[in-house]
């Protein structure tokens, strides 16, 4: 019993030794969601309407479809930022256990709130606001927006995905001395 009692302490001072990087980790993903949403303004083709000579608007549509655009950019952009924090999340935290998931999860979400929050403050002001003061024959792009608030889940689900893949297919570690845990074949050796 009182190896239990020392692997659990050995365990919990490793993490106590890894607040300081999970720390910077998290500040990394902000960072990272931040220049994402910049990207993604940048990458994304917004529909028009044309506004008529009678007050209305129309569009075509291939603007109507767009108008899911942002949404699918949102979704790439998350599906690439997710793996390379999940990657980054395991090798670097990989070895203090369980604690890994919730770090990459939150990590992640932080950095798809911040791209949502940064990616809608740079595109043009309110759509309706710009269609109420344009003259006949104007173009007038719409808001970027996130229409699909469940795109958000692209972010956290595939950060996950490589620690599932490093935990479950690569060696196994002994968290508490840090090196690789026995072998089937060496279990039965001390008896």
């Not at 790439?76 to 670097?92: E, P, Q, S």
């Not at 403050?121 to 007038?140: H, I, K, Y």
Request: aromatic share 6%.
């Amino acid at each position: 019993m009182p190896g239990v009692v020392a692997g659990a302490s050995t365990a919990r001072a490793s993490w106590k030794h890894q607040i300081l990087p999970a720390g910077c980790f998290l500040v990394l993903g902000a960072g990272v969601g931040a220049a994402s949403g910049v990207l993604w303004q940048a990458v994304v083709d917004l529909p028009t309407y044309r506004v008529g000579s009678n007050g209305s608007a129309t569009t075509s549509e291939r603007g109507l479809a767009g108008v899911l655009g942002g949404d699918a950019w949102f979704c790439l952009i998350g599906a690439v930022v997710g793996l390379g924090l999940g990657l980054l999340a395991w090798r670097r935290f990989g070895r203090v256990g369980w604690p890994v998931v919730p770090l990459a999860m939150l990590t992640a979400t932080v950095a798809g709130l911040l791209c949502w929050l940064v990616g809608t403050r740079l595109a043009p002001e309110s759509f309706e606001e710009r269609l109420a003061t344009a003259q006949p024959g104007d173009l007038v792009p719409i808001s970027l927006a996130l229409r699909a608030k469940a795109s958000l889940l692209v972010w956290p689900f595939l950060t996950v995905v490589p620690i599932l893949l490093g935990s479950s297919l690569g060696a196994e570690v002994d968290v508490e001395s840090g090196g690789r845990a026995p072998g089937p074949a060496s279990v039965g050796e001390g008896r």
